[in-house]
């Protein structure tokens, strides 16, 4: 099954974590709120977390570049954990894209990878 998601606005890459007057680290409040964000949005696609190995493609649509491929990818990922897949473990593909676009946004496949569509790997 495919799960087509679209996180609209501008896509927000993950922050490092912060660190309190106490000594206590925390997540940005920017970050905590676009991960809540991905997260209300997937619930209302998909029924309940996969089970089994899980490919996501991802694709950042924004009106400039801004921030590191890799850090969108963190916050969509964060996000979808326990709502598309219970754990980012199950994760065996991961496909990103950034885009320059007007309309700001993410677009989000989820899908169960099929039996055997892993491979793995033999050291020779």
Known sequence: M???IVIPGRPVPKERPRMNRQGKMYTPNKTKEYEQLVAKTARLI???PLKGDVRV?????TSRVI????NYIKSILDGLNNVAYNNDKQISIITAQR???EIE???IDVTEVQE???KHA???
Do not use: F, M
């Open 99 to 101: 885009y320059i676009s």
């Open 46 to 48: 998909i029924p309940e």
């Open 57 to 61: 493609d991802i694709k950042i649509y």
């Open 2 to 4: 495919l799960y087509k």
């Open 105 to 107: 946004r993410a677009e």
């Open 122 to 124: 033999r050291v020779l």
């Open 116 to 118: 055997g569509g892993v």
């Open 67 to 70: 921030g590191d491929l890799d």
